[in-house]
């Protein structure tokens, strides 16, 4: 069984170096690519069902002891997310050899999403804080190459910002690691908590920001978001679609993982401050806006000081909250992006001007839209709900009314801005460019890309269906996470 | 632009290189083989090797690169294919990810041989470190070779763009 | 950590920084690498004094050969940034003849219609 989580990284890597001896050959690669990511969903589904029934899982490399060794660790948390991440990189994988993503141009398409697949695997099931850094690289260098696939002018001048903020990021990531090597002499996850408390306040205070800042600027938080609604619109629509969904919740693990494990006596009214902020500062940029991409990569920011918000709280509840709130949040989020290719398809702009009057054409094209669009508003019956739910009334139990108030208004701001897209674009009369196109479903040109969205929203509404099972499990994977004591255990024996 | 074109290549530097490609090709596979239990390894050896491929495409131009006949792409292929198998070959013989195996062969007249399966990951690393260098490289050259034939503009200093009297003003503000 | 190693660590990271504001590419790459091998340098020296190479039957004062192992790391990953950021100034200068990074493109329009923002910012 722990033979598996190296596995969850092997496989993809190795279809990379497949893909790369068939870069001549399309169809190898495609056949190659949904293999791999076919097999890395299967083992990260029987790695979650393994993990709820035994306890967490780990794998040493190299055949060293669990203290010495680089250490691979599944616990609940860590599998749950290792399971949404790598069935949303199938879906999306999917929906981009649909819209034909790995065209000629872009023969490095599949070589790095398999990459970036390896990446994402490493990120979540590393145990210890410099593999962590070196997935995130991995994780990062390949969406280097996916953000500027084409080559174009704006993607070289959005992802040049992209790319040198995150290795300064990768930088203060590397340092604060080397300052907390210097300080406690191990970098093992399961070691490192005793080591740290037993440093003065100062220095641990010191080593933590250091961790939140590098990892708060993966996860755009305020003040260090202004990369993101920059560089993620540039993006082909299936690469952005995997980043929004993804590549910052990663950043919001590292976040849950370093703040429980390694500093769980902090005082984190800072944290809470930033949350709220972030909320803010997100919506009011998204309802400034005017681009259905630009929009929802705001949102992406004020959906992330939700879950900053559940790690300020602290507390299994909250824990639970945010890992709930993150295993809705990126399907939703994802299934937005995908509805805006489609859109961007079929139209051929994503501008709230250029674009009216869908819902006339294709009424499931707008079902599609609003489902995720007032789940991610947390209107009940949707998933966005139970999430909200969660983290605000773990808020209100510690009556930090200011951030409840915070809370809420911002998600009655996101619901304001998912309109003005709704109303924009699938509302009203169709521009009389696209009269012409008819009522020929938007959704049945484009089989196998509305086919994906559709099983994805699907899956944000089985959220909502199994939201008891699925938030008794966050519970359980709260514990998991904020049980220092039996991480350790599992790691050293 | 591209002054690698043959016509204008330095005679000393292309003289030096030939005499110093065996060399250097000899110390990058010295320095991978070395790497098991002293300074060196796939990535170094692999950079020397790679740094042999640039001096050579300094010393006699594009064509020197092209006369290789090698694909990049394949070369990166291969190398993390074989650095990957010999990961997971050791799983599938019951052993942790990347254990490695020790063999020890007499063969006559060297006296004990120690193998190592990881020396077999560091050829991997090597060959896919040549490969991605030269991946560089051959894109610079393309690159190059197309720019060479658009002939695009002469090179328009930043003042010229429409957009910098708005940043100019923008700097003054701040 | 030796005197000497701290104070080159702070002119690297100093330079580093200086360097990275720019607007230039080519000098925020090189500003990168300072940064970089600061950064560098500071694991190295975690790692406490210099001593003997920690392998079987050597005796002495050994050093800790884990920074060394991470420094390796970091080197290796370095490089592959760098030959990217490096790739990515070539072709900004091959489209359109500089290595400039520029603004936002969206950010720059908004802030260009300052009433249209206060229309929509302003939902309650």
């Known amino acids: 069984m722990n033979d598996l989580l190296p596995l969850a990284i092997v496989i993809p890597l190795a279809g990379a170096a497949v893909s790369l001896l068939a870069i001549r050959s399309r169809a190898t690669q495609r056949v190659v690519a949904i293999l791999c990511a076919v097999a890395t969903t299967a083992i990260a589904v029987t790695i979650v069902v393994h993990v709820d029934r035994n306890g967490t899982a780990t794998a040493a490399m190299g055949g060293w002891p669990g203290s010495i060794a680089i250490n691979l660790v599944a616990d609940r948390f860590s599998a749950l997310m290792l399971t949404v991440g790598s069935t949303m990189l199938l879906a999306v994988l999917l929906y981009a050899i649909g819209q034909r993503a790995d065209d000629e141009r872009s023969r490095w398409y599949h070589p790095a999403y398999l990459v970036l697949t390896a990446g994402v695997s490493g990120a979540f099931l590393a145990g210890d804080l410099f593999n962590l850094f070196v997935f995130f690289e991995v994780l990062l260098m390949a969406s280097y190459v996916l953000l500027t696939l084409e080559g174009t002018d704006g993607q070289i001048r959005s992802g040049t910002t992209y790319v040198v903020l995150n290795v300064v990021e990768s930088m203060v990531l590397v340092t604060g690691v080397a300052l907390i090597f210097a300080a406690t002499g191990t970098l093992n996850m399961a070691e490192l908590p005793e080591r740290l408390a037993a440093l003065p306040d100062g220095i641990r205070l010191g080593l933590n920001l250091l961790l939140l800042i590098a990892f708060g600027l993966k996860a755009a938080v305020f003040p260090l978001f202004s990369w993101l609604p920059d560089s993620y619109p540039a993006a082909p629509s299936p690469v952005s679609a995997v980043f929004a969904g993804l590549l910052t919740k990663i950043g919001v693990y590292a976040i849950v993982r370093t703040q429980t494990l390694l500093f769980p006596e902090t005082n984190r009214t800072l944290l809470l401050v930033v949350a709220g902020l972030t909320m803010a500062i997100g919506v009011f940029g998204a309802i400034a806006q005017s681009d259905m991409k630009r929009i929802l990569s705001f949102h992406i920011i004020s959906q992330i000081g939700y879950m900053v918000m559940g790690v300020a709280l602290g507390g299994v509840a909250a824990i639970s909250a945010t890992i709930f709130y993150m295993l809705h949040h990126i399907p939703v989020k994802t299934s937005l992006f995908l509805v805006e290719g489609i859109v961007e398809r079929d139209t051929g702009s994503s501008t709230l001007d250029k674009v009216s009057g869908l819902a006339r054409r294709s009424g499931w094209l707008a079902a599609l839209f609003l489902i995720p669009a007032l789940s991610l508003a947390g209107l009940p019956p949707f998933s966005g709900f139970l999430g909200k739910l969660g983290v605000v009334s773990v808020a209100l139990d510690q009556r930090s009314w200011w951030i409840v108030a915070v809370a809420l208004a911002v998600s009655l701001m996101t619901l304001v801005s998912m309109l003005k897209i709704f109303n924009g674009a699938f509302w009203g009369d169709p521009m009389p460019s696209q009269v012409t196109a008819g009522r020929t479903g938007v959704l049945r040109h484009h089989p196998l890309m509305s086919g994906v969205t559709v099983a994805v929203v699907t899956g944000t509404l089985a959220i909502a269906l199994f939201a008891g099972p699925l938030y008794r499990f966050c519970e359980r994977a709260a514990f998991d996470v904020t049980n220092t004591a039996s991480y350790t255990a599992a790691v050293i024996r | ?174 | 950590m030796s005197f000497g190693q701290a104070i080159l660590v702070a002119v690297l990271a100093g330079a580093g920084t200086y360097l990275v504001m720019h607007r230039t590419l080519t000098r925020i790459i090189l500003g990168l690498a300072m940064l970089g091998n600061a950064v560098n340098l500071l694991i190295l020296t975690s790692g406490g004094t210099p001593g003997e190479a920690p392998v079987i039957g050597r005796t002495g004062e050994f050093t800790d050969p884990v920074p060394q192992a991470l420094v390796l790391t970091a080197i290796v990953i370095g490089f592959g940034v760098l030959s990217f950021l490096l790739s990515m100034a070539y072709r900004s200068w091959t489209i359109d003849g500089n290595d400039e990074v520029e603004d936002d493109i969206a950010d720059r329009r908004l802030a260009d219609e300052p009433d249209e923002v206060v229309d929509h910012g302003e939902p309650t």
Do not use: C
């Not at chain 2, 000899?26 to 990535?43: D, I, K, Q, W, Y």
């Not at chain 2, 950079?47 to 640039?54: D, R, T, Y």
């Not at chain 2, 190059?144 to 923008?170: C, F, H």
């Open chain 2, 1 to 174: 632009m591209s002054n690698l074109d043959g016509t204008r290549r330095s005679i000393i530097l292309s003289e030096t290189v030939n005499g110093l490609t065996p060399v250097l090709l000899l110390f990058s596979v010295f320095l991978t083989f070395r790497g098991h239990n002293a300074p060196g390894g796939g990535f170094a050896g692999g950079l020397v090797m790679a740094a042999a491929i640039i001096l050579r495409y300094l010393g006699s131009g594009p064509a020197g690169i092209r006369s290789l006949r090698i694909d990049p792409i394949m070369l990166m292929g291969i190398g993390l294919a074989l650095a990957i198998a010999t990961g997971t070959s050791a799983l599938l013989s019951g052993k942790g990810f990347l254990e490695s195996t020790i063999w020890k062969l007499h063969p006559p007249l060297i006296g004990e041989m120690k193998i190592v399966s990881s020396s077999v990951f560091d050829i991997g690393v090597h060959i896919l470190v040549v490969g991605v260098v030269m991946a560089i490289l051959v894109a610079f050259v393309e690159a190059d070779d197309e720019v060479a034939r658009s002939r695009p503009a002469v090179k328009r200093p930043a003042s010229d763009r429409s957009n910098d009297s708005d940043r100019s003003n923008e700097d003054s503000q701040r």
